[in-house]
C-alpha cells in the first residue's frame, strides 16, 4: 500500500463512516461500527507513522479537477445553508459575513480559476505525521469515549432531542476535514476542509438546540467566518500574484521567503488566531463548553484549535525575524497571562480547562510568531504535550460530572474517596498540563531557555514567569480539592461503562509514555523536520534528558510508599479546635447547633476577575492586530 | 536517653478555668522565666504536642473538647494538671456543671496544685513530666502497638 | 559549610587531576544529601538563638532543632488519612533531589521546577486532610508560591545573561563580579527570600512556634515523622536558598559567605520587626517591586548588551 494510499484512506474513509451513521436510523450496531472505525483509522494513522516517518517531505502531485470543483460547490451550498439559518436566527453577523465570503469565493471561481495549474495537492512531512497521530489516536479514542457518554447524556437530559446519528455523523466528517487539513498542499484545500471543520463545530455547539447553544454556535460561527474571510483574502492575493497558482502550494509559498509570503502568512495566522480563540476571540472557545463533552474534548481542545496553530506553526518561518511576526506572537503572549489569570476565578470546571486551552494556545502561537528555530521545536512539542494532557481532562469531567450532577470545582471535593480511578486520572492529566518533569514543563522550560536567545525575549519570558505561576496556582488548588479525604462517602464510580475506562486507561498511560519516550519523538520526527527547514535543530541536553527521566521514573515509584506506610500508621481525626467531628465534618456548634464544615477554594474575583481581565486581553489584542494591519497595509501599497 | 527531654512541646488548653492559672502558664514563656532555654514551645496543636498542660475544673461541654483533644496529641504524651481545679475541682468543685478535677475525664501524670499555681511550681511540674515522659517512650519501644482510645460519638 | 558548592568551584588556570571531571557533580550532589541537613540544622539553631537574643531572652541550645527533630522522630505517626505519609515523603525526596541538581551544576531553571514540584506535594498533603486550618495554609501556600516563582524565573535568566549559561556549574565558576550586572535582581531576590524562608511580613502559611495565626496552617495537621521529615526538608531548602546568594558573590568566596551572613542576619531582623501581612500585600511586593525592580534590571542589561556594552 502506498503512503498516498494511506493518506486518501484516511480521509475519505471516515466520511463513509459519517455516511453510514446519517442515514441509518438508532440502530444497537452503531456502536460496533463506531468502535470499528475508530480503531481501523487509529492503526492507519500508525501505519502512515511507520510508512512515513523517514521519508521527508513528500509531495504528490495529482489532478486537482473534479475534487476542486466538488469542494466549490460544497462551498457555495454551505455558504446558502448558513445565509438561511442567520436570516432564521436573525444573526446579522453572521449574514453578512457568509455573503461576504460567498462574493469572495465567488470572485475567486470565477475570476481566476481557469488559470490555475496545481498539480502539488497533497502532501505528508514530520510535522503532518503528528498531527494526523494527534487526531488518529486521540480523535478515534474520544468517538469511542463518546457512545457511552450520550447514552448517559440523553438518559439525564431527556428534554433534547436525541440526533445522536448526526452527531456522530459530523464527529466523522469532521475528522476526515482535519486529516484533509493537515496533508493538503493545495491552500484552496485548506480553505475547504478549514470551513468543513467550521460548520462543524457550530452545528455541535448547538447540538442540544437550547438558546444559549444557538447563540454561542452562531457567536463561534461568526469568528470563525471573520477568519475565513481572511484566508480568502490571503488566496486572492496569491492569485493575483502569479495567475498560475503556484504560490497556492503551501510549500512553495513558504520556501518562497519572506518578500513574498508575508502578506498572506499574516493574513492566514489571523484566520489562524480566530480559529485557536485567542484574544480577542476568545469568549467563543468558552462559549461553545455548552456542548456536550466529546465536543469539547475533541473539537476544542486536541482538534480543530490545534488547526489554527497547525497553520500558524507551518508559517513560522515566513514571520520570524518579522515585525509583524513578533506582533502575532505578543497577542499569542497576552493571551496566555491573561487567560492563566482568568482561570484562577473560575470555578467551572469547564471553563477553566477552556481558558487553560486559550492560554496553551497562546503560548504555542507566542513562540511561533517569533518563529526561531528552538522556538518552533518547542510549539511542536506543546502540541503533542497539550492534546494528549487535556483531551484526558475534558473526558474526566465529563465522567465525573455525570455522576456528581456538577460541573462546580466545590463540588468535587473528597473525589478520591467517592471515584478513586477517576481522581487519581485527573491528577495525571493535571499533574501532566504544570508539574514537572511532566511535558508541559520540559516544554516551557525549552520556552525559557529559547526565548531568552529571541530578539525581544525579555518580554515573553516575563509572561511565561507571570503565566506560569498563574497556572501552577489554578491547578494545584484543584488538585487540592479532589484529594482531599472525607471519609464515610460512598463509592459512586462502579456504574461507568467499560468502553469510557478503556478509553480514560488509554489516555491516562499515553500522557506518561509521551512523557517518557518523547526524545525519541523528538529525534525521529520534530528535529528532521526542523533541520530541514532551519538548517539547524533545537534538542535538550542529553544530561538534562536522563536527569528527567530519573525524575519521571522517582514520582513513578513513590505512589507504592502508600502500600508500605498503611500498616504503621494511627488514624486521628483533623484538627478542628478539639471539636469534635463525625462522617462529613459535622460539628456541634455553639448552642448546641450541630453544623457542616464547608471549605471552599480561593478565587481571587477581585484581582483575577474574568470581566475586567478579559476587557484588558480584548483590547489590547485588537490594538495589536490593527498595527499589524496597518503595517500589512504598508507593505501591500 | 530520649529526645523528648531535650524538646518537650507544650499544649495548653483551658478547660472552663478562671484564667489565673493561664496567665500564670504563659507567664513562664516570657523572657523572666524562658522556658524555650529547655527547648520547650508552646504549640497551639495537639498533633505537635507532647505535654498537654490543662487548666480549670472540666464542665459537660467541653469534656467532649478535651477528650478529642487529647487523642489528637500523638504517643507518648502526658498530662499535667495545673492548678487545684484542674486537680480535684478546687472552689468550684461543687458547682452543678464542674465535673471536678480532669482525672475525671483523661489519665492524668501529674498534679501541680495551687490557686493560682506559680510559675516556678508549673515549671517544677514539667520537669518532673519530663521523667515520665521519658519511661513512656522507653516502653513504647519495646510494645509492638499502641492502642488507640476511640472517641465515642459528638453529644 | 554553607553549602558544598565551594567543593565544586575549581580556580581557573589550575587543572584538578585528582577528581576526574564527570565526577564532580556526584560529589557535589553527595555532599549536599549528606552534609545540608546539618548545615540547615545548625543555620536554624542561630536563627532562634539570633532571634531569643533579640527579644532579650537566652534562647535554645544552638543544637536544638536537632534535638527536635530527634524527637519527633521518635513519636508515633499520627495521620488523618495514610496519603499524607506519601506526600510529605515525596515533599522530602523531591526537595533533596532538586538541591542536589543544584549542588551538582545542573540546570537552574530545572532546579527551579523541581522545587516547585515539590512544594506542590506539600500543599497536597495539606489539603489531604480536611481541617480548615490547613486548608486555608495549603491556600495561602499556593499565594505564596505564585508570589515567587516569576521573581525565581527571572533570576534565573539574569544570572544566564551574566553568566552565558543555565548551568550552575557555570555560574559558580565564573569571573564576573555578578552583583554589579544584577543589583535590582539582588534585591528582588532578597524580598522573595522573606517568603521563601517564612518570616514575617510574609509567613502567612506556617511560621516558626511563636507567630501562629491558623494554629499552624500547612502543618497544622501533621504529627511526629511526617513534621520531622518536613524539618528537614526546610533545612535542605535554607541551604539551596543561600547557595543562591552565593552565585550573586561567587567570583569572591570571602564576599560570598560575608554576604550570606549579612543577608540571613536581615531577614532575622526583618522577621522580630514586622508584623504579619495579608496575602494581597505579599502579593503585590512580591510581582510589582520585585517583578520591576527585576524587570528593570534586566531591561537594562539587554539593551546594554544590544548597544554592545558586555
Same mark, same amino acid.
Given at each position: ?56 517531505? /513528500? ?15 460544497? &462551498? ?18 453572521? !449574514? ?12 475567486? &471561481? ?93 452545528? /455541535? ?6 438558546? &444559549? ?20 483574502? %490571503? /488566496? ?22 519572506? %518578500? ?19 484574544? +480577542? ?35 513560522? +518561518? !515566513? ?69 494528549? %494532557? ?128 518523547? +526524545? ?28 528527567? /527521566? ?8 513513590? +505512589? ?78 | ?35 524555650? @532555654? ?79 499555681? @506559680? ?17 513512656? @517512650? ?11 482510645? @476511640? ?5 | ?17 585528582? #577528581? ?22 545548625? #543555620? ?40 499524607? =505519609? ?89 569571573? $564576573? ?48 515523622? =511526617? ?34 551572613? $549579612? ?19 505579599? $502579593? ?27
Amino acid at each position: 500500500m502506498s503512503l498516498l494510499q494511506l493518506l486518501l484512506y484516511l480521509i475519505l474513509f471516515p466520511l463513509i463512516t459519517a455516511l453510514f451513521m446519517l442515514v441509518s436510523r438508532k440502530d444497537p450496531g452503531l456502536k460496533a461500527i463506531i468502535q470499528l472505525s475508530a480503531c481501523a483509522i487509529c492503526i492507519v494513522s500508525f501505519l502512515v507513522l511507520l510508512f512515513g516517518f523517514d521519508k521527508g517531505t /513528500l509531495i504528490f502531485s495529482m489532478d486537482p479537477d473534479p475534487v476542486s470543483q466538488i469542494m466549490f460547490f460544497i &462551498e457555495l451550498v454551505l455558504a446558502a445553508y448558513i445565509l438561511y439559518l442567520g436570516i432564521r436566527h436573525r444573526k446579522s453577523v453572521t !449574514v453578512f459575513l457568509i455573503l461576504v465570503q460567498a462574493c469572495l469565493l465567488l470572485w475567486f &471561481e470565477l475570476g481566476f480559476s481557469e488559470n490555475l495549474h496545481i498539480g502539488n495537492n497533497l502532501f505528508l512531512d514530520q510535522f503532518s505525521i503528528i498531527m494526523a497521530l494527534i487526531i488518529g489516536i486521540i480523535g478515534s479514542l474520544i468517538c469511542v469515549y463518546a457512545v457511552g457518554y450520550m447514552e448517559t447524556y440523553h438518559h439525564h437530559h431527556t428534554e433534547i432531542r436525541d440526533r445522536r446519528n448526526l452527531f456522530f455523523g459530523i464527529l466523522f466528517i469532521f475528522l476526515s476535514a482535519m486529516f484533509g487539513l493537515v496533508f493538503s498542499n493545495n491552500l484552496l484545500w485548506v480553505f475547504f476542509f478549514w470551513e468543513i471543520t467550521t460548520i462543524c463545530s457550530f452545528l /455541535l455547539i448547538g447540538y442540544s438546540q437550547s438558546e &444559549e447553544a444557538t447563540n454561542n454556535s452562531f457567536l463561534a460561527l461568526s469568528m470563525n467566518l471573520l477568519g475565513g474571510v481572511a484566508f480568502m483574502a %490571503a /488566496l486572492i492575493y496569491l492569485v493575483i500574484l502569479d495567475p498560475a497558482g503556484q504560490l497556492l502550494g503551501l510549500n512553495f509559498l513558504i520556501s518562497s521567503g519572506k %518578500a513574498v509570503a508575508l502578506v498572506p502568512a499574516v493574513l492566514i495566522c489571523f484566520a489562524g488566531i480566530t480559529k485557536a480563540a485567542l484574544m +480577542p476571540f476568545s469568549s467563543w472557545l468558552v462559549g461553545a463548553m455548552v456542548a456536550p463533552t466529546p465536543v469539547s474534548a475533541l473539537l476544542h481542545s486536541s482538534t480543530m484549535v490545534k488547526a489554527g496553530v497547525y497553520m500558524i506553526v507551518r508559517f513560522a +518561518p !515566513v514571520l520570524s525575524g518579522t515585525t509583524e511576526g513578533l506582533i502575532i506572537a505578543l497577542v499569542g503572549g497576552t493571551t496566555f497571562a491573561l487567560a492563566s489569570f482568568i482561570a484562577i476565578s473560575q470555578n467551572n470546571a469547564k471553563k477553566v480547562l477552556a481558558y487553560s486551552t486559550i492560554a496553551n494556545l497562546g503560548l504555542i502561537v507566542a513562540c511561533a510568531g517569533v518563529g526561531t528555530y528552538n522556538l518552533m521545536w518547542v510549539a511542536i512539542l506543546l502540541i503533542i504535550f497539550h492534546a494528549i %494532557a487535556k483531551s484526558l481532562m475534558f473526558l474526566c469531567v465529563g465522567t465525573v460530572e455525570h455522576r456528581i450532577g456538577s460541573r462546580n470545582i466545590e463540588d468535587m471535593g473528597g473525589l478520591i474517596v467517592r471515584m478513586p480511578k477517576l481522581a487519581i486520572m485527573m491528577f495525571i492529566g493535571m499533574a501532566g498540563m504544570f508539574l514537572a518533569p511532566f511535558g508541559m514543563v520540559i516544554s516551557k522550560w525549552a520556552a525559557i531557555e529559547a526565548f531568552i536567545t529571541a530578539p525581544f525575549g525579555l518580554i515573553f519570558i516575563a509572561i511565561l514567569a507571570f503565566g506560569g505561576s498563574a497556572t501552577v496556582f489554578f491547578w494545584s488548588k484543584w488538585m487540592g480539592k479532589i484529594i482531599s479525604v472525607m471519609r464515610d462517602e460512598p463509592v459512586i464510580e462502579d456504574t461507568v461503562k467499560k468502553e469510557k475506562w478503556v478509553v480514560l486507561y488509554i489516555l491516562t498511560a499515553l500522557v506518561v509514555i509521551v512523557c517518557l519516550i518523547f +526524545p525519541l519523538i523528538s529525534s525521529i520526527l520534530i528535529e528532521p523536520f526542523i533541520l530541514n527547514i532551519y538548517g539547524q535543530t533545537a534538542r535538550l541536553s542529553q544530561a538534562n534528558l536522563s536527569i528527567m /527521566l530519573m525524575m519521571l521514573c522517582l514520582l513513578l515509584i513513590m +505512589p507504592f510508599s502508600l502500600l508500605f506506610y498503611r500498616k504503621g500508621a494511627h488514624y486521628a481525626p483533623p484538627y478542628m479546635g478539639g471539636r469534635p467531628v463525625e462522617g462529613h465534618m459535622r460539628f456541634s456548634g455553639s448552642m448546641g447547633v450541630t453544623r457542616e464544615l464547608v471549605l471552599s477554594n480561593y478565587y481571587l474575583t477581585g484581582l483575577f476577575g474574568e470581566e475586567r481581565l478579559f476587557m484588558v486581553g480584548t483590547s489590547l489584542c485588537w490594538a495589536l492586530l490593527l498595527f499589524a494591519g496597518i503595517l500589512l497595509a504598508g507593505v501591500i501599497l | 536517653m530520649t529526645y523528648l527531654k531535650k524538646s518537650p512541646w507544650l499544649l495548653h488548653y483551658d478547660a472552663s478555668s478562671c484564667n489565673g492559672c493561664d496567665i500564670e502558664v504563659l507567664a513562664a514563656l516570657t523572657p523572666l522565666y524562658d522556658i524555650e @532555654r529547655f527547648g520547650i514551645i508552646n504549640t497551639g496543636n495537639p498533633k505537635h504536642a507532647d505535654i498537654f498542660l490543662v487548666t480549670g475544673g472540666v464542665n459537660a461541654q467541653n469534656k467532649q473538647v478535651l477528650i478529642n483533644t487529647y487523642e489528637q496529641i500523638p504517643e507518648p504524651k502526658v498530662v499535667i494538671a495545673i492548678g487545684i481545679c484542674a486537680t480535684s475541682g478546687g472552689i468550684y468543685r461543687e458547682c452543678y456543671n464542674i465535673l471536678g478535677g480532669i482525672d475525671k475525664v483523661i489519665p492524668v501524670d501529674v498534679y501541680v496544685p495551687g490557686c493560682a499555681a @506559680r510559675p516556678e511550681s508549673i515549671i517544677d511540674g514539667v520537669v518532673t513530666a519530663l521523667g515520665i515522659l521519658e519511661q513512656k @517512650r522507653l516502653a513504647m519501644k519495646t510494645k509492638t502497638g499502641i492502642k488507640m482510645v @476511640r472517641t465515642g460519638d459528638a453529644q | 559549610m554553607l553549602g558544598a558548592s565551594s567543593l565544586c568551584r575549581y580556580p581557573p588556570g589550575r587543572g584538578d587531576p585528582v #577528581i576526574p571531571e564527570y565526577l564532580v557533580p556526584v560529589i557535589g550532589a553527595v555532599l549536599y544529601l549528606l552534609l545540608a541537613p546539618i548545615a540547615g540544622g545548625l #543555620i536554624a539553631g542561630i536563627d532562634r538563638k539570633v532571634t531569643a537574643r533579640m527579644q532579650g531572652r537566652v534562647g535554645p541550645p544552638l543544637l536544638q532543632p536537632f534535638y527536635d527533630v530527634a524527637k519527633l522522630f521518635e513519636k508515633e505517626n499520627l495521620v488523618v488519612t495514610a496519603s499524607q =505519609n506519601f506526600f510529605v515523603l515525596s515533599y522530602l525526596v523531591f526537595m533533596a533531589v532538586a538541591g542536589a541538581l543544584f549542588f551538582s551544576g545542573g540546570d537552574m531553571l530545572l532546579v527551579i521546577f523541581a522545587f516547585t514540584l515539590s512544594h506542590i506535594f506539600l500543599v497536597l498533603g495539606a489539603y489531604a486532610s480536611y481541617s480548615p486550618y490547613s486548608h486555608i495554609g495549603a491556600e495561602r501556600e499556593l499565594l505564596q508560591i505564585i508570589a515567587y516563582e516569576p521573581m525565581i524565573i527571572l533570576t534565573a535568566v539574569g544570572m544566564y545573561m551574566v553568566t552565558r549559561s543555565f548551568f550552575v556549574s557555570a555560574m559558580v565558576t565564573s569571573d $564576573i563580579p555578578v552583583i554589579l550586572y544584577l543589583p535590582g535582581v539582588f534585591i528582588g531576590y532578597l524580598i522573595v527570600l522573606t517568603i521563601k524562608l517564612r518570616k514575617s511580613p510574609f509567613d502567612l502559611s506556617t511560621s516558626h512556634h511563636a507567630h501562629q495565626e491558623l494554629v499552624k496552617g500547612v502543618t497544622t495537621d501533621f504529627g511526629g515523622p =511526617n513534621l520531622g521529615k518536613i524539618e528537614i526538608a526546610h533545612w535542605y531548602e535554607y541551604v539551596f536558598l543561600l547557595g543562591v546568594v552565593w552565585l550573586f558573590f561567587a567570583w569572591n568566596p570571602v564576599i560570598a559567605v560575608a554576604a550570606i551572613i $549579612i543577608a540571613y542576619f536581615l531577614e532575622i531582623l526583618i522577621d522580630n520587626t514586622f508584623a504579619r501581612v495579608k496575602w494581597q500585600l505579599m $502579593i503585590r511586593s512580591a510581582w510589582i517591586i520585585a517583578g520591576t525592580l527585576g524587570l528593570v534590571n534586566l531591561g537594562v542589561l539587554y539593551y546594554l548588551r544590544m548597544v554592545g556594552i558586555p
